[in-house]
C-alpha cells in the first residue's frame, strides 16, 4: 500500500517529469521552425484549478503551448482526492465497500502543424483507494507512412519494458492495441504503444521505477521523432489527411477514453480534460 510519503514522491515525480518535457519541447520551438508556418516561437502558458469543492480536495495545472512546430500541446498535472460516487465504486478496485480514494498524474498529448510528424499521447498515472496500483500508456498517431519513426518508438518502449520484466512489452502493446481501437470504424487510432494499468507487484519501488522509466523513454524518443521529419514540407492535400485523422482522434477520446471519463466522473477540471482534443479537425 502507498504510504504518505509515497504519496508525494509520485506527485513530485510527475511535477519534474512535467517540467522537463515543457523544457525540451520549447527548446524544439527555439530551435526550429515551418515555412509554411507563420506562427511565433510557442512558449508554455500554465493555469492552475482547484477541485470543486462538493467533490473534496485536490487540483492540478494545465500547460498548453501553441507554437510554430506545435500546433497544440498540453502537459498537464494534477493530484486530486475524495470519495467516488456509488456509480463510479462499482467500477474501481477497492472501492466497493469504501468509496476513497486519491490520484495523481501526468497527461501529454501533442498536436503537430506537420503532417510528417506523429501526434503523441503519453500519461501516467497513481491511483489509491484500499488498494493502491500504477498505470498509463504512450501511443502515436501518424498521418503519413513512417515506419522508421514508428520502429524507434515501440525499441525504444521494448527495451525500456525489457529492463523491468520481459513480458512487459508484449503485453503491454497488445493491450494498447485493443484499447485504442475504434469500434464503430472497425480501426486502430494510430501505431500503437503501450497500454497498462492495475500494476501492483507488491514491490512499490520497483512499480514506480517502471513508471519513471516509462516516462524518461517518452522524454527522450518524442523528440527525436519530431526532429528526424522536422524540416519535411507539405502539400495542402497531406494537410487534409491530417485534419481528417485528427477527426479519429477526437471520436476515440469522446467516445471511449478512460482518461475523460475519469476526470468527468471525479469533478476534474473540463478545460484540462479536454485539452488532449485537436485545435482544428475535419470530417468527410
Known amino acids: 500500500m502507498a504510504t504518505n510519503k509515497n504519496k508525494e514522491k509520485v506527485e513530485s515525480w510527475f511535477i519534474k517529469l512535467r517540467n522537463q518535457i515543457c523544457q525540451r519541447f520549447e527548446e524544439i520551438e527555439n530551435n526550429f521552425h515551418h515555412n509554411e508556418i507563420r506562427e511565433k516561437k510557442g512558449r508554455f502558458i500554465r493555469k492552475k484549478w482547484k ?12 500547460s498548453i503551448m501553441k507554437g ?3 500546433e497544440k500541446v498540453g502537459v498537464n498535472i494534477s493530484t486530486v482526492y475524495g470519495n467516488f460516487s456509488k456509480e ?11 468509496p476513497k480514494f486519491w490520484a495523481s498524474g501526468i497527461s501529454i498529448v501533442a498536436h503537430m502543424h506537420s503532417p510528417f510528424i506523429t501526434a503523441a499521447h503519453f500519461n501516467t498515472r497513481h491511483i489509491v483507494t484500499s488498494k493502491s496500483w500504477f498505470g498509463g500508456g504512450t501511443d502515436i498517431t501518424p498521418t503519413m507512412p513512417d515506419k522508421k519513426n514508428i520502429n524507434l518508438f515501440h525499441t525504444s518502449l521494448n527495451k525500456t519494458c525489457d529492463i523491468h520484466n520481459k513480458k ?18 472497425q480501426e486502430t487510432r494510430g501505431a500503437g504503444g503501450i497500454f497498462f494499468d492495475y500494476i501492483n507487484t507488491n514491490n512499490w519501488e520497483e512499480d514506480f521505477d517502471f513508471t519513471k522509466d516509462i516516462g524518461k523513454c517518452f522524454l527522450k524518443t518524442y523528440p527525436k521523432i519530431i526532429e528526424n521529419n522536422i524540416k519535411k514540407t507539405w502539400t495542402k492535400k497531406e494537410r487534409e489527411k491530417l485534419l481528417i485523422k485528427r477527426g479519429r482522434y477526437a471520436e476515440f477520446n469522446l467516445l471511449y477514453d478512460r482518461g475523460t471519463q475519469f476526470g468527468l466522473k471525479t469533478g476534474g477540471n473540463i478545460e484540462a480534460i479536454l485539452m488532449s482534443m485537436p485545435p482544428k479537425a475535419k470530417w468527410l
Do not use: A, M, T
Open 88 to 98: 463510479f465504486s462499482k467500477q474501481v478496485p477497492g472501492c466497493e465497500k469504501n
Open 68 to 70: 510554430r512546430i506545435f
Open 51 to 62: 477541485r470543486l469543492k462538493n467533490k473534496k480536495g485536490g487540483g492540478g495545472e494545465i
Open 168 to 185: 512487459y512489452y508484449k503485453k503491454f502493446k497488445k493491450w494498447c492495441d485493443e484499447y485504442f481501437y475504434l469500434k464503430h470504424r
